[in-house]
């Protein structure tokens, strides 16, 4: 069956790093847009960033832009959220997301457009 399995997250001071490891299995990776979003407590499920399938295009929401990067590995089958100049509202548990596409430069903000999810790991950013 289809596993999406975040790691990385932890607690940083804020103005640290953080890189984020979503690792899938279970489907064929490049066949599949990525996205990563969280979700703090008492809010709603947020996008973060999607990459496409190959990796060409990338969307960030305007609060990391600059700040995030999201990247991927169709040979690991692995995607990334590198998290550099962390703030305190980033704190939020964050979630990968997988959605199968035929278009090649396409990515997806909705949550409910995502076939596939992960778990989730924790990121706290203290002040």
Known sequence: ??????????????GGSLRLSCAASGL???????????QAPGKEREFVAAISRSGGSKYYADSVKGRFTISRDNAKNTVYLQMNSLKPEDTAVYY????????????YVRPNEYDYWGQGTQVTVSS
């Open 1 to 14: 069956q289809v596993q999406l399995v975040e790691s990385g997250g932890g607690l940083v001071q804020a």
């Open 28 to 38: 064929t990776f490049s066949s599949y847009a990525m996205g990563w979003f969280r």
């Open 96 to 107: 990968c997301a997988a959605k199968r596409t035929l278009y090649g430069s396409n990515w």
